[in-house]
T-cell receptor, first 111, second 116 residues
């Protein structure tokens, strides 16, 4: 069974601080997707990483896919209150595309 | 807006009743997925379709659950004889078929089911 362990589960920080969220598995995924979810809404895709060692940047967010394609990280620089939300990593099955999600990281950024 | 839409957004029903949810995917997407999400957790895969064919069902999907995608466009998810444990957010997502599983999935805003 493929599992994704996401840490930390909860994070409360002050505006301007940096943070990193980790997503780890013993399984290899063909790709890994990061989503952000607001209460009462569906997950919104932030990025897809496909190649081992790949790094993608989205403004203040930096995403990295591990060399072995088993783990990933999300780093946020100078967090802002608008970054508050649930961050989800999800590994994709290469044949079916179905996603295995981590438990999520609830981020609260205080002004 | 031509994103994934789900209906209804909220459903409250008594235990033992049947409920049906609808999902309209992005029109050119041939894959459609159903997930279930409970509070504070990530979504869990339930089933998926490629065009009208249901290709995989999770063990989470008991025989009280049935999903259809009759014309390869919209999909319905029915739960018969609902139980307290069925209370959750039911999410639908769609994508194109791609190689390596790297086609992004686009999610609807879900149907929140509450069983009284």
């Amino acid at each position: 069974t493929q599992l994704l362990e996401q840490s930390p589960q909860f994070l409360s920080i002050q505006e301007g601080e940096n943070l990193t969220v980790y997503c780890n598995s013993s399984s290899v995924f063909s790709s890994l997707q990061w989503y952000r979810q607001e209460p009462g809404e569906g997950p919104v895709l932030l990025v897809t990483v496909v190649t081992g060692g790949e790094v993608k940047k989205l403004k203040r967010l930096t995403f990295q896919f591990g060399d072995a394609r088993k783990d990933s990280s999300l780093h946020i620089t100078a967090a802002q209150p608008g970054d508050t939300g649930l961050y989800l990593c999800a590994g994709a099955n290469g044949n079916t595309g179905k996603l295995i999600f981590g438990q999520g990281t609830t981020l609260q950024v205080k002004p | 807006d031509t994103g994934v839409s789900q209906d209804p957004r909220h459903k409250i029903t008594k235990r033992g009743q049947n409920v049906t949810f609808r999902c309209d995917p992005i029109s050119e997407h041939n894959r459609l997925y159903w997930y279930r999400q409970t509070l504070g957790q990530g979504p869990e895969f339930l089933t998926y379709f490629q065009n009208e064919a249901q290709l995989e069902k999770s063990r989470l999907l008991s025989d009280r659950f049935s999903a259809e995608r009759p014309k390869g466009s919209f999909s319905t998810l029915e739960i018969q004889r609902t139980e307290q444990g069925d209370s959750a957010m039911y999410l639908c997502a769609s994508s194109l078929v791609g190689t390596g599983g790297n086609q992004p999935q686009h999610f609807g805003d879900g149907t929140r089911l509450s069983i009284l």
